[in-house]
């Protein structure tokens, strides 16, 4: 889980719109390891003032397509949807924050029709549930039963079970104080229920958003200015974005991160990585810095079309 708490920026960030974007190329809700239902999101966003946004929930595709099928109780939020995903690739090589084994590759405008790519999703959320259903085993073993904590949760509506859900339901037990508490102690890698992830690695990850229309973007990636190697490694495969405006990166980070989006001539995506366990959506938002500039030649990099109104 990559979302962190940070204090609001400075004035540097004040003078380069921190709260004012129009747009979200990446949050997630409780079809993977988010809080909020799909529609929930759509409606806080909307009130926080964005009207583009891609829901990027892990490994699949639920929450675009319940908010895109009209039918009694369809709700109007003049919101523009982007069809997206998260895909948590898994690597054996270490390069900064993807010392845990893992680089994580936004897929912005998929075709949520491509069956190619769904059936690649629902091997990744396979490997996701015998991963989830391990690391409860695990925690069993070290009489940390969250048990009858996770049979309070409806698992059925979450399509990519992840270890939030586990630490969410340590905090019920009494076993951990936060979520961040239960992952630096008990399910963050090397601690005592880990179980490493498998699936598609990077580069499988990245040819299945771009055989499926959408655009591979490497997500969270402070450490890129320093990556050059393996940025050029991963273009040469098809990647072609770089979150360069996550919401936890302070100017210089965004700064540096968008120099080298630039210079390889990727395209520039950004978001809050909104989970939900910190607080609503707005005080998330507030903190997210994504000039109009961004905006317009993300929007103008995504497959004709597949921008839905909800």
């Known amino acids: 889980m990559t979302q962190r708490h940070r204090p609001r920026g400075s004035g540097q960030d004040e003078e380069a719109g921190a709260g004012s974007a129009t747009a979200d190329l990446h949050t997630h809700t409780l079809r993977s390891d988010g809080v909020l239902e799909p529609d929930q999101l759509v409606r806080q966003a909307s009130e926080s003032g964005v009207r ?68 690649a999703l629902a091997r990744q959320r ?50 951990a104080t936060s979520v961040e508490d239960a992952f630096e102690r008990l ?21 299945a958003i771009r055989a499926a229309g959408g655009l591979a973007s490497l997500a969270h990636f402070p450490e890129a200015p320093e990556q050059m190697p393996l940025l050029r490694e991963l273009i040469a495969e098809g990647l072609n974005g770089l979150e360069s405006h996550h919401r936890s990166f302070d100017p210089d980070v965004r700064a540096a991160v968008s120099a080298v989006a630039r210079e390889l001539l990727l395209v520039e995506t950004g978001g809050t990585d909104y989970h939900g366990d910190l607080g609503p959506y707005a005080e998330s938002h507030v903190e997210l810095v994504l000039p109009d500039t961004i905006v317009r030649a993300a929007r103008a990099a995504l497959e004709p079309g597949r921008i839905e109104t909800v």
């Open 52 to 119: 583009l946004l891609a829901i990027a929930d892990h490994d699949n595709l639920a929450a675009f397509r319940e908010l895109t099928t009209s039918g009694p109780g369809a709700v109007a939020h003049g919101i523009e949807l982007v069809p997206a995903v998260e895909i948590n690739a898994v690597t054996a090589r270490s390069w900064g924050s993807v010392a845990d084994g893992e680089i994580h590759v936004l897929g912005l405008g998929v075709d949520p029709e491509d069956d190619g790519f769904e059936a």
């Open 126 to 175: 396979s490997a996701r549930r015998d991963r989830f259903d391990a690391m409860v085993g695990r925690l069993r073993d070290l009489e940390l039963s969250i048990d009858a904590q996770l049979e309070r949760i409806d698992l059925s509506g979450d399509d990519a079970l992840g270890r939030p859900t586990i630490a969410r339901a340590l905090m019920a037990a009494g076993f």
């Open 187 to 207: 399910i963050g890698r090397g601690m005592p229920a880990y179980v490493p992830r498998t699936g598609l690695d990077p580069v499988a990850a990245i040819r």
